[in-house]
């Protein structure tokens, strides 16, 4: 079925309808991020790479679901997809505190490289600001990597990240030459 909403619908009189979680699956289907490597530029106390792609999104307490740098000079969180694809779409949870504003200016980078850390990859997106406990979604046209790199230019930056998915087709078969 294609549609923009799912509703759900309790018929009849004076009832109620509690749900708990509901997850709707489709073409979006396959988080790619989940089993992927995760590495940072550095780490703030527990707050470890890995934990942003541990499917919680951090609402309950951050510093058990979240992942953070330390206050560095272009910090930066990598997700290495073990293979090459075609990155649809990337969905970014921010943490839901008074410290939002450390997603602001972060790139989202796509591609092969690890040059620089990765951060000389081609550019998906730049996240102006994602308000706090907001998941946002950006679309990457499929573009082609094995690297998710985000990064935060510039002196004294903070970068904090609750869950990132990737989502899109692969893997990419690699050309071979003759």
């Not at 309950?60 to 953070?68: D, G, Y």
């Not at 308000?131 to 499929?142: N, Q, W």
């Amino acid at each position: 079925m294609v549609g923009r909403y799912v509703v759900i619908h309790l018929p009849g009189d004076e009832k109620f309808l509690t749900l708990a979680e509901v997850g709707v699956y489709g073409y979006l289907a396959g988080n790619r991020a989940v089993g992927a490597a995760v590495i940072q530029s550095s780490t703030f106390a527990d707050w470890f790479a890995e934990k942003a792609i541990d499917s919680n999104r951090g609402f309950q307490q951050l510093n058990t679901t979240c992942t953070s740098t330390l206050n560095e000079s272009n910090p930066w969180w990598r997700l290495d997809l073990l293979d090459v694809y075609r990155v649809s779409e990337v969905v970014i949870t921010n943490r839901n505190d008074s410290y939002a504003e450390q997603i602001n200016g972060a790139e989202i980078r796509i591609g092969n490289s690890l040059e620089n850390n990765g951060s000389n990859n081609p550019i998906c997106a730049v996240i102006p600001a994602i308000p706090a406990g907001e998941s946002y979604s950006y679309s990457c046209s499929g573009m082609e990597g094995r690297y998710v790199n985000l990064i935060i230019p510039g002196d004294m930056k903070t970068l904090t990240l609750c869950e990132v998915k990737v989502y899109g087709e692969g893997p990419c078969l690699k050309k071979k030459h003759l």
